[in-house]
């Protein structure tokens, strides 16, 4: 079974710039789940989809962040225009079911620079 | 208050050696629990899911106290291979929704 892949693994890019992260799920995991881990700091929850619908969008720190899940397969997280603090390592994480343990993607750490 | 608090670490143990990591939680709704390992610059990796009977999988045992709501990791007889940081992570559900919670993790290294 594949894993849960995000792509890309590093990317650096300028404050002001663009950038789309990407998170395939496990196949058939209906729940699919963004977090992020800024240096020094916990690993904390950004947002839910269930299929193509969000769930629980309570975690984005702010309107520059926009996630979508179209068609309920894989997931993009832009962050647009970067800031400094954005920097950090964004995990995907997909599950069966919500009680069940989480697969997580080996991450995209994002530099601003 | 943190949602989930652990041990500061680093903890720093040598072969061999029995090592235990306390986790407490704040939201008495929070319904499944796990210890969560991550080596160095990887993604979380599920160690094991922690129930009130208490679960032992190997050389390590996990222990969940709801009453306290407090949650711990034992490992015995530990290996180089052990080190990494512990996550403790526990789980909110609520309506369609549900999040993982993580503590701030504790590190170990253990020493030849």
């Known amino acids: 079974e594949a894993g849960v892949t995000q792509f890309p693994s590093h990317s650096v890019i300028e404050k002001g710039q663009t950038v789309t992260l990407r998170c395939d799920p496990i196949?058939?995991?209906?729940?699919l789940y963004w977090y992020r881990r800024v240096m020094g700091k916990e690993i904390k929850f950004l947002l839910h989809f269930v299929k193509e619908s969000k769930q629980d969008e309570s975690g984005m720190p702010n309107n520059r962040f926009l996630a979508e899940r179209t068609g309920g397969t894989y997931s993009t997280l832009k962050v647009q225009p970067a800031e400094l603090e954005d920097s950090g390592v964004y995990f995907c994480?997909?599950?069966?079911?919500?009680?069940?343990?989480?697969?997580f993607g080996s991450g995209t750490r994002l530099t601003v620079v | 208050r943190k949602e989930v608090e652990q041990d500061p670490g680093p903890f720093n143990v040598p072969e061999g050696a029995t090592v235990a990591f306390n986790c407490t939680y704040s939201?008495?709704?929070?319904?499944?629990f796990f210890w969560y390992r991550q080596d160095c610059r990887k993604e979380p990796k599920l160690l094991m899911s922690v129930y009130s009977s208490g679960n032992e999988d190997g050389r390590f045992t996990a222990q969940l106290n709801r009453a306290s709501q407090y949650i711990s990791l034992l490992i015995r007889d530990s290996k180089l291979s052990d080190s990494a940081t512990y996550l403790c992570?526990?789980?909110?559900?609520?309506?369609?929704?549900?999040?993982?919670?993580f503590g701030q993790g504790t590190e170990l290294s253990v020493k030849p």
């Open positions: 992570v526990v789980i909110l559900i609520y309506n369609q929704g549900g999040k993982l919670i």
């Open positions: 196949s058939g995991h209906d729940n």
């Open positions: 939201n008495s709704a929070s319904q499944s």
């Open positions: 994480a997909s599950s069966q079911a919500r009680t069940s343990g989480y697969t």
